[in-house]
């Protein structure tokens, strides 16, 4: 119950494509959902969070769309560009509580030139 | 200025030797964790401390020990090193679920 599932494990896009992850939840207690992105030799940063009274969050050409019914939700990135290949993991969490954050396993995005 | 600091960032050792790996934030956060990311990028939480406190303590071996002096600092001791303990291990501070992560410290036990 406290699994998070990402999909897909890789992905390669071509630039000015739409680069899309999914990931999928059960605990349904989390209330926060954050997106974070990895370079290589660097520590994850947070890029984009929503909470789940709301179904989107946009920032720039990061979107997050949420499907509270189906517990879904996923890292739409617009316009990919070179600079945007990373490892991007979700996560989900209860901000209440003594915020134990779980992880999705990850997905190696890559944006072709 | 750095938020989240980790050192080293870089660790080679032999089999059996015992490390620490230091951690500090200026962020003012009251919970600070160790992850570990193997190989394959999965992210493994290992410890959580609020106000110097142990609060998750997962399935880790009992050779790794962390220790929190302050609020801001949270050390992670590990004896008796095996190859298996080779990867990267990553400090963070969190506050209102967002977590701030440090730039990892890189283990190799050879």
């Known amino acids: 119950q406290q699994q998070v599932k990402q999909s897909p494990q890789s992905l390669i896009v071509q630039k000015g494509g739409i680069s899309i992850i999914n990931c999928a939840y059960e605990n349904t207690a989390f209330d926060y959902f954050p997106w974070y992105q990895q370079f290589p030799g660097k520590g994850p940063a947070l890029l984009i969070a929503i909470r789940p009274d709301v179904s989107e969050k946009k920032e720039g050409r990061f979107t997050i769309s949420f499907n509270k019914s189906a517990k879904q939700f996923s890292l739409h990135i617009m316009d990919s560009q070179p600079g945007d290949s990373a490892t991007y993991f979700c996560?989900?969490?209860?901000?209440?509580?003594?915020?134990?954050?779980?992880f999705g396993s990850g997905t190696r995005l890559s944006i072709r030139p | 200025d750095t938020a989240v600091s980790q050192t080293p960032k870089y660790l080679v050792t032999q089999m059996g030797n015992d490390k620490s790996i230091k951690c500090e934030q200026n962020l003012g956060h009251d919970t600070m964790y160790w992850y570990k990311q193997d190989s394959k990028k999965f992210l493994k939480i290992m410890f959580s401390?609020?106000?110097?406190?142990?609060?998750i303590n997962e399935t880790v071996p009992n050779r790794f020990s962390p220790k929190s002096p302050d609020k801001a600092h949270l050390n992670l001791h590990i004896n008796s090193l095996e190859l298996g303990d080779s990867a990267v291990y990553f400090c963070?501070?969190?506050?209102?679920?967002?977590?701030?992560f440090g730039p990892g410290t890189r283990l190799t036990v050879t």
């Open positions: 963070a501070s969190s506050q209102a679920g967002k977590q701030y």
């Open positions: 996560a989900a969490s209860s901000v209440g509580s003594a915020s134990k954050i779980i």
């Open positions: 401390y609020n106000n110097k406190e142990l609060i």
